[in-house]
C-alpha cells in the first residue's frame, strides 16, 4: 500500500497570500494518478486537481498542481476567503488508492 | 449532470451489518463508470472502502475486503454497500463517488451520510 504523508499539517496564511502543500509518496506514484481534493466542513470532498496538474471542471487558475514520483505540490496563487478548508492528496494508480491525511488552511 | 445521494440507517449495532445505497440521479448507472465508497472517521482523514462496475465487476480494500459487499441493481438506478461484523472503529461518515475510468480520480460525490455503531 502507498502510503501518502501531507505537509505541513496546517497552514496558517492570510487572504491574499500564497498556500503551498506538499504530498510524499512511499513509492512511486504515476503523475497521471495522483489528485486533490478540497473538503469544507460538513461537506464532502470536491475534486480540485487530476493527473497531478489538471484542474477539474470549475476550478479556478489560481490553483495549479504539480510534481512527480513521489513528490507533488498543490498551489493557491493567492488564496480567498473561500480556499479555507482541509485539503486531501490521493494516488488512484495502484490499489488501494490512498489518501493522504490532510492539510488544514486555515485564517490567520 | 450526475448527481448522487446516500441513504441508510444512522445507527448499527456493533457486530451487526451496515447497509447503505446510493442513488444515481441525473444519468444511468450502466455507463463506462465505476462507482464507489469512501469513508471517513470523526476528525480524520478519508479511507477508500471499494468500487464496482455496472458488470458486476469489483474491488475492495484489503484492510476491510472480507467485510465488504458492493452491489449494484441497474433497474433502481442505484448501487449498495454492505460491510459485515461491525464495531466502533466503522463509525464514519460514508461516501458515495464516481470515477469515470478505474483508474481516474472520484469526480462526482454524495453529500455523505454518518454512521455510529453503537449498542
Known amino acids: 500500500e502507498i502510503v501518502l504523508t501531507q505537509s505541513p499539517g496546517t497552514l496558517s496564511l492570510s487572504p491574499g497570500e500564497r498556500a503551498t502543500l506538499y504530498c510524499r509518496a512511499s513509492?512511486?506514484?504515476?503523475?497521471?494518478?495522483f489528485a486533490w481534493y478540497q473538503q469544507k466542513p460538513g461537506q464532502a470532498p470536491r475534486l480540485l486537481m487530476y493527473?497531478?496538474?489538471s484542474r477539474a471542471a470549475g476550478i479556478p487558475d489560481r490553483f495549479s498542481g504539480s510534481g512527480s514520483a513521489t513528490d507533488f505540490t498543490l498551489t493557491i496563487s493567492r488564496l480567498e476567503p473561500e480556499d479555507f478548508a482541509v485539503y486531501y492528496c490521493?494516488?488512484?494508480?495502484?490499489?488501494?488508492?490512498?489518501f493522504g491525511q490532510g492539510t488544514k488552511v486555515e485564517i490567520k | 449532470q450526475v448527481q448522487l445521494e446516500e441513504s441508510g440507517p444512522g445507527l448499527v449495532k456493533p457486530s451487526g451489518t451496515l447497509s447503505l445505497i446510493c442513488a444515481v440521479s441525473?444519468?444511468?448507472?450502466?455507463?463506462?463508470?465505476?462507482w464507489s465508497w469512501v469513508r471517513q472517521p470523526p476528525g480524520k482523514g478519508l479511507e477508500w472502502i471499494g468500487e464496482?462496475?455496472?458488470?458486476?465487476?469489483?474491488t475492495s480494500n484489503p484492510s476491510l475486503k472480507s467485510r465488504v459487499t458492493i452491489s449494484v441493481d441497474k433497474s433502481k438506478n442505484q448501487f449498495s454497500l454492505n460491510l459485515t461484523s461491525v464495531t466502533a472503529a466503522d463509525t464514519a461518515v460514508y461516501y458515495c463517488?464516481?470515477?469515470?475510468?478505474?483508474?481516474?480520480?472520484?469526480?462526482?460525490w454524495g453529500q455523505g451520510t454518518t454512521v455510529t455503531v453503537s449498542s
Open positions: 493527473a497531478a496538474s
Open positions: 513509492q512511486r506514484v504515476s503523475s497521471s494518478y
Open positions: 464496482m462496475y455496472h458488470s458486476g465487476s469489483s
Open positions: 463517488a464516481r470515477k469515470i475510468r478505474p483508474t481516474s480520480a472520484m469526480d462526482v
Open positions: 490521493q494516488q488512484y494508480g495502484s490499489s488501494p488508492w490512498t
Open positions: 441525473g444519468g444511468s448507472i450502466s455507463t463506462s463508470s465505476w
